[in-house]
């Protein structure tokens, strides 16, 4: 079975630099996606950035970037530049199996960013 | 862009009330999902629907039903709610079921169950 492990429940980080928040991921299947979510205290989950397994260059978007190190199974994401509104809980999540759009989540990360 | 709209967004209800959790996409989208969201435990998938008057089960569908009379609409019905029924409800919806695609939530329910 699938499952996302993410082992840190908060971090903090200074305004202007760089944050890595840790995932990984256990499974079976050869064909699987990775995606980073973000939930500001307002609850809303935000999209943020996608992986396929397949895919040959790591996921960029914008300030959002994912280190994706398929034999390691880790698909850790990298926030640049860090601002006041990024503080907010931060899941990675996985595709849970093959042919569907549901989703498997870690427990988070609750993200501090102090000026 | 997608609209995921959940029609409340506290809610406090007894123990044995039976609860209506609705939710509303606008962009046609074929699939809509139910997560529970607690402290630690991330995001839990209870049920979910691919079609109109289908459902599926999740992983903790215990004490939960749903309802999907419309494409738009996918209703999580608390039979006899419960204390520990008290969270986060989180629904989505995605266009396809190739993988590839992003689910769409709405702001959440804070449900209380007292």
């Known amino acids: 079975a699938q499952k996302i492990t993410q082992t840190q429940p908060g971090m903090f980080v200074q305004e202007k630099e760089a944050v890595t928040l840790d995932c990984t991921y256990d499974t079976s299947d050869p064909s699987y996606g990775l995606f980073w979510y973000k939930q500001p205290s307002s609850g809303e989950m935000i999209f943020l950035i996608y992986q396929g397994s397949y895919d040959q260059q790591n996921a960029t978007e914008g300030r959002y970037s994912l280190n994706f190190q398929k034999a390691r199974k880790s698909a850790n994401l990298v926030i640049s530049a860090s601002q006041l509104g990024d503080s907010a809980m931060y899941f990675c999540?996985?595709?849970?199996?093959?042919?569907?759009?549901?989703?498997?989540f870690g427990t988070g990360t609750r993200l501090q960013v102090f000026p | 862009d997608v609209k995921v709209t959940q029609s409340s967004r506290y809610l406090v209800k007894r123990t044995g009330e039976k609860v209506f959790l609705e939710c509303v996409q606008d962009m046609d989208h074929e699939n809509m999902f139910w997560y529970r969201q607690d402290p630690g435990l991330g995001l839990r998938l209870i049920y979910f629907s691919y079609d109109v008057k289908m459902k599926e089960k999740g992983d903790i569908p215990e004490g939960y039903s749903v309802s999907r009379e419309k494409k738009e609409r996918f209703s999580l019905i608390l039979e006899s709610a419960s204390t520990n029924q008290t969270s986060m409800y989180l629904c989505?919806?995605?266009?396809?079921?190739?993988?590839?695609?992003?689910?769409?939530f709405g702001n959440g329910t804070r449900l209380t169950v007292t």
């Open positions: 999540a996985m595709r849970d199996g093959y042919n569907t759009d549901k989703l498997i």
């Open positions: 989505a919806s995605s266009a396809d079921r190739d993988g590839n695609s992003p689910l769409h």
